[in-house]
């Protein structure tokens, strides 16, 4: 009885969240007590510490929440990269409160919940939003943390949330040849549905009215080169050294709003923040295997006419996920030593069933264990002109140096 007694407490703690900023510890509090009333459908980890010692939590949420499964796609939310833009973080601690309250009873949370292995991390720069009035701290262990993190899952999408405007922007962020005032990455037009996913499911990012008189969106999206010139933007990274596409939402015009704003940002998000995570779903996926059925690890795979900066390869279980739109395509995978094997498929939008398209490849005469695809370790897109900063908002950079990828560090300034 008083166990029962200790559950039900914990599950009204849990679903107590008020719509205020929580501190660290307040943060923390709340993510173990979600875990702890939802032990069998999440998972608390932190990924590493900040300057400051603070942990960078992430809660992970699925019918799988402790480990990859295969065939279950990982997707992840990140906020509070810039220490004084807020709203993102608290609107990812009220998406974990709607995910765990409305899993067994939504349908459609429920299966989104079944199929898709969701990381939510409501802070990366804790302390920066204990210090709003200095933004400038070095945090470079809250990067190496990130990165590890990429390198560690097998994320297939992702976006990041700041302030300081309203608008879903895309990769490339940086130069890429003659971009001519867009910098068209091979999945361009993926990028555009994932980002007019958002806005258009958002209560008024798709007017694109923008902040002010000086900027305008149409739809609500932006190419991020077209936008303002970034190099070592968090998407340009996921994109092409962790194989995951991400998008950056500017939720917010105010950066730090007073908090009876906060339930209005919720409202206002809630509907795109869910179908955006469902569209981890589009496209197909699979694993490579040889002639006994073992999984070859560092196949690459990936869609003809879609070759990526650095080549989009299998994980430890063979598998991979390449997210297309509705529409016919070549699938290429090839193993070292091999002939390569190409496979046409025809994919639907199965974005509602929770489910990409299913293609394997076997590797009959093969039965060995690949190495590493060769990768840059410097982007191929660099040789940007730094322009004029009078509209851009101040932003954390992942900053790869040429030197080693030691050097990678966030830094904060105008660019």
């Known amino acids: 009885e008083g166990r029962v007694a200790a559950v039900l407490c914990l599950l009204a703690l849990a679903a107590a969240l008020d719509f205020g900023y929580h501190h660290a510890e307040e943060l923390e509090a709340y993510l173990r007590e979600v875990h702890a009333a939802h032990p069998a459908l999440t998972h608390l980890h932190s990924i590493g510490r900040s300057v400051e010692g603070r942990d960078l939590w992430v809660l992970v949420l699925g019918r799988f929440p402790t480990q990859h499964k295969i065939g279950i796609p990982e997707f992840k939310y990140v906020a509070n ?16 409160d709607y995910l765990v309250t409305s899993y067994g009873r939504d349908p459609n949370i429920t299966k989104l919940l079944n199929n898709t292995r969701i990381h939510i991390m409501p802070t990366m720069n804790p302390d920066g939003f204990e210090a709003t009035k200095n933004n400038n701290v070095t945090i470079q262990p809250e990067t190496r943390a990130v990165m590890n993190w990429i390198k560690n899952e097998t994320f297939v999408l992702s976006a990041n949330l700041h302030g300081g405007a309203l608008v879903a922007s895309y990769t490339f962020d940086n130069v890429t040849g003659s971009s001519k005032g867009y910098s068209r990455s091979p999945d361009d037009d993926v990028f555009i549905h994932l980002a007019k996913t958002y806005s258009f499911n958002h209560a008024s990012m798709y007017k694109g009215t923008g902040c002010d ?71 197909v996926k699979g694993q490579v295997t040889d002639r006994n059925g073992n999984p070859i690890p560092n196949a690459i795979v990936e869609a003809q006419g879609r070759s990526h900066v650095c080549p989009y390869r299998t994980n430890a279980h063979g598998e991979y996920f390449l997210l297309l739109l509705p529409g016919k395509y070549v699938i290429n995978a090839t193993v070292p030593g091999f002939k390569s094997m190409l496979k046409t498929v025809e994919i639907p939008d199965n974005t509602a069933n929770f489910n990409a398209l299913k293609q394997d490849f076997s590797f009959s005469e093969a039965s060995i264990r690949t190495r590493p695809a060769s990768c840059p370790k410097v982007p191929l897109y660099q040789g940007l002109e730094r322009s004029s900063a009078a509209v851009k908002p101040t932003l954390h950079l992942l900053v790869l140096m040429a030197a080693s990828d030691s050097a990678v560090q966030i830094k904060s300034g105008m660019m």
């Open 213 to 283: 008189s000086r900027q305008t969106f149409p739809d609500g999206i932006t190419n991020g080169y077209s936008w303002y010139q970034l190099e070592g933007g968090m998407q340009d990274y996921n994109y092409v050294w962790g194989q995951c596409f991400e998008i950056t939402l500017e939720l917010s015009c105010c950066k730090y709003p007073p908090a009876d704003q906060l339930e209005k940002f919720w409202t206002d998000n809630k509907v795109a923040l869910v179908e955006y995570i469902k569209q981890v779903h589009l496209g």
């Open 81 to 96: 990269m810039h220490g004084d833009e807020t709203v993102g973080r608290e609107i990812l601690l009220h998406l974990i």
